[in-house]
């Protein structure tokens, strides 16, 4: 299939410059490139879809570059943002810079002996233009009528824009004019709030190759939504990291597993490189048999496999098992720290406290009196078995590895107590 055909058919494409160009272009192995900002230490899941669609073209024997923006990451980019972003320390970006390039390791093959992908940054460049060369052979190309009405700077327009992020879009022009110069790339692809970015680059690229011919195109990416309306990517505890030391493998792989119905088949598309026949399958069983999630724990396994590797995936799914299923017991105590990492945690090293007052300790309860009928009405579980003795003593209970015990009062509040010696 064509890597159009495929991208249309899974919903990828959003926008793109002339498609019988475009599509007659890749007929043929063709460069193309992405840029992602260093603006933390992490990529995190929204960054997933361009990085994917790179593996994509990859895969269908095209040539891509993934682009840190090592000089654009000091300035900020506007798009889509209601606000200035901060601006950080060059020793900081350049930090956040080296371990993007770790991240997007996992995800496109830099060592094929076909069509490896590039690593660029694009302060090889721009690191060392000054501004007279900035303003003479660049600026001179960008009309401030056409750059107001970008829609990036329009909508900022009201809220206030600086020049240091009005001037974002010709940094990321040249950024195409570069690559297109040392590796002959001809498509950008990026999200839709880059549309705007990146025809300014195609424009400049026309403009310095008059008399040559010299064909580039743009490609967009649909920005990813959730039908219940809130933001996709994001969670009570924040946004979801691909680093594991951010957001662990099993919370990564409950974030997928908790998909909604009407978003799941979207998700499964976009992000798997699943066959359209089998998403397809999954699909009917969403209609048919929603209650089994068959469809979501596909999606689990498969993203989870896919940022984190097979081991951290089996991982995940044996903490899921074990924490709604049942078998806490066959945890590690590895295994029950990364369960329950976002869970209230209490240290102790009396084991002689009652079971009474660490209910109180732990915040499961407010008095002794609440403790005890809490206990002997059947609501208090420890390591997922229900305890009915409030005369217990920690000594007395049986730990997680020697060293953890998981509360839970009624059916969501969970407790962990680790215990020292």
Not at 170 to 186: P, T, V
Request: one cysteine or more.
């Amino acid at each position: 299939m064509h890597i159009l055909d495929d991208l249309k058919n899974r919903g990828l494409i959003y926008q793109h410059t002339d498609e019988e160009m475009l599509r007659k272009r890749l007929d043929t192995p063709t460069t193309l490139y992405c840029g992602f900002d260093p603006t933390a230490d992490s990529l995190h899941i929204g960054h997933l879809l361009p990085i994917l669609v790179l593996r994509r073209f990859q895969l269908a024997g095209h040539h891509p570059i993934a682009l840190v923006g090592g000089a654009t990451g000091l300035i900020g980019d506007p798009s889509g943002k209601l606000n200035e972003r901060t601006l950080n320390p060059k020793e900081t970006v350049e930090e956040w810079s080296n371990k993007i390039k770790a991240q997007l390791s996992k995800f496109l093959d830099f060592d094929s002996s076909e069509n490896p992908a590039i690593l660029a940054n694009n302060y090889e460049w721009l690191g060392s233009m000054n501004v007279i060369e900035f303003l003479r052979d660049v600026g001179k190309n960008f009309s401030v009528g056409m750059m107001l009405a970008k829609e990036s700077v329009e909508s900022r327009m009201d809220r206030g824009l600086s020049f240091t992020e009005f001037s974002y879009m010709i940094l990321q022009s040249y950024d195409f004019l570069k690559l297109n110069e040392l590796y002959d790339c001809e498509l950008q692809v990026g999200g839709q709030d880059q549309w705007g970015n990146i025809t300014s680059g195609t424009d400049l690229i026309r403009r310095r190759s008059v008399g040559e011919d010299k064909q580039v195109h743009g490609l967009t990416v649909p920005l990813v939504t959730k039908s219940d309306g809130t933001k996709f990517g994001k969670t009570e505890s924040g946004a979801v990291w691909l680093d594991p030391e951010k957001t662990s493998p099993y919370k990564f792989y409950q974030f997928w597993l908790n998909a909604d119905d009407r978003d799941v088949v979207k998700y499964l598309k976009f992000f798997t490189f699943l066959p359209l026949d089998e998403i397809k399958g999954l699909e009917e069983e969403v209609v048919t048999q929603p209650e089994k999630r068959n469809a979501q724990r596909v999606l689990a396994r498969e993203m989870t496999e896919l940022v984190h590797g097979q081991e951290a995936r089996e991982r995940a799914e044996k903490i899921s098992q074990a924490l709604f299923t049942g078998g806490l017991e066959n945890l590690s105590g590895a295994e029950v720290e990364e369960g329950f990492s976002d869970v209230p945690s209490t240290t102790i090293s009396d084991q002689e406290v009652s079971l009474v007052d660490l209910l109180i300790q732990v915040g499961a309860v407010s008095s002794k009196r609440q403790a005890r009928e809490s206990i002997e009405s059947g609501a208090i579980y420890i390591n997922g078995v229900r305890h009915s003795d409030s005369s217990s003593t920690v000594a007395q209970l049986d730990k997680l590895d020697e060293r953890f015990l998981v509360i839970r009062r009624g059916k969501k509040n969970y407790f962990l107590v680790k215990i020292t010696n």
